[in-house]
């Protein structure tokens, strides 16, 4: 990581929405620095704004005030290297696998050629060279998921921002793709952002933890996590890993007993 100007910088932003009962803050004053090559993970409660924040990153809403930078530039509108992934994958049904994952890339324009030999390189990646030609229908939820981490890798964004990617799976697959994720993003040097309720997942993942508070979002503390990388399973009992977890289960008010 670098420690010179942010990759991206959050600098009091705010966002309100105006709905039947009146004015909802979603955000209110939150200020961030991403480093480039930072894993960052963002908790908190339900309805807190993290998916805001995400949205209001990816430059996917405006924010009421407050501005967005990337590389020192103010960023108002969706950019290429910006590459976001949703808790549900979102796959096309009449297009197979590797055609769900050559979409953003052909949308984006990239050449035939390159665009084919991304997409042949992340269905390599993530175990999925074998399921290319099958149909939504045809895929687990894990694996659909891994499909939609293939289509945000193939259009080679800078900066992942994921939206509780594994959210909806089950405990042992996420843990899996948690590991996938984590050997993509160390191979590919990218900079991630990660929405996520789960606080293990969070620290597991992270080289920072962003805890936010209840409605309207602001920023609690930035946690730097004092585990080594690579990261492993066996890093679950490390104490470090533990205290963490219960200091942010705490912060949140979540029971520890």
């Given at each position: 990581?670098?420690?010179?100007?942010?990759?991206?910088?959050?600098?009091?932003?705010?966002?309100?929405?105006?709905?039947?009962?009146?004015?909802?803050?979603?955000?209110?004053?939150?200020?961030?620095?991403?480093?480039?090559?930072?894993?960052?993970?963002?908790?908190?409660?339900?309805?807190?704004?993290?998916?805001?924040?995400?949205?209001?990153?990816?430059?996917?809403?405006?924010?009421?005030?407050?501005?967005?930078?990337?590389?020192g530039?103010?960023?108002?509108?969706?950019?290429?290297?910006?590459?976001?992934?949703?808790?549900?994958?979102?796959l096309?049904?009449?297009?197979?696998?590797e055609?769900?994952?050559?979409?953003?890339?052909?949308?984006?324009?990239?050449?035939?050629?390159?665009?084919?030999?991304?997409?042949?390189?992340?269905?390599?990646?993530?175990?999925?060279?074998?399921?290319r030609?099958?149909?939504?229908?045809?895929?687990?939820?894990?694996m659909?998921?891994?499909?939609?981490?293939?289509?945000?890798?193939a259009?080679?964004?800078?900066?992942?921002?994921?939206?509780?990617?594994?959210?909806?799976?089950?405990?042992?697959?996420?843990?899996?793709?948690?590991?996938?994720?984590?050997?993509?993003?160390?191979?590919?040097?990218?900079?991630?952002?990660?929405?996520?309720?789960?606080?293990?997942?969070?620290?597991?993942?992270?080289?920072?933890?962003?805890?936010?508070?209840?409605?309207?979002?602001?920023?609690?503390?930035v946690?730097?996590?004092?585990?080594?990388?690579?990261?492993?399973?066996?890093?679950?009992?490390?104490?470090?890993?533990?205290?963490?977890?219960?200091?942010?289960?705490?912060?949140?008010?979540?029971?520890?007993?």
């Open positions: 990581m670098t420690e010179s100007t942010p990759i991206i910088e959050v600098v009091d932003v705010s966002q309100s929405y105006q709905t039947s009962d009146g004015v909802i803050r979603a955000l209110s004053d939150v200020t961030l620095q991403v480093q480039e090559g930072e894993f960052v993970s963002l908790v908190g409660p339900s309805g807190c704004g993290k998916s805001t924040l995400l949205n209001v990153v990816a430059a996917l809403l405006r924010p009421t005030s407050g501005v967005v930078r990337y590389r530039d103010d960023h108002i509108e969706p950019r290429s290297e910006f590459g976001v992934m949703f808790q549900a994958p979102i096309l049904p009449w297009r197979s696998l055609e769900n994952v050559r979409l953003p890339g052909e949308i984006l324009g990239i050449p035939e050629e390159v665009l084919t030999s991304r997409v042949d390189e992340v269905l390599e990646m993530t175990g999925l060279e074998e399921f030609a099958k149909y939504p229908w045809e895929l687990s939820g894990g659909a998921q891994r499909a939609s981490l293939c289509r945000l890798l259009s080679d964004p800078e900066i992942l921002l994921l939206d509780e990617p594994f959210g909806a799976l089950d405990e042992f697959t996420r843990e899996s793709l948690d590991d996938e994720l984590l050997r993509i993003w160390r191979g590919t040097n990218k900079t991630a952002m990660f929405v996520t309720h789960n606080i293990g997942e969070a620290v597991y993942l992270s080289d920072r933890v962003v805890v936010m508070t209840p409605r309207p979002g602001r920023i609690a503390k946690l730097p996590v004092q585990l080594p990388r690579p990261r492993a399973a066996s890093m679950l009992r490390d104490r470090n890993y533990l205290d963490m977890v219960f200091e942010i289960r705490g912060m949140l008010g979540v029971a520890t007993t």
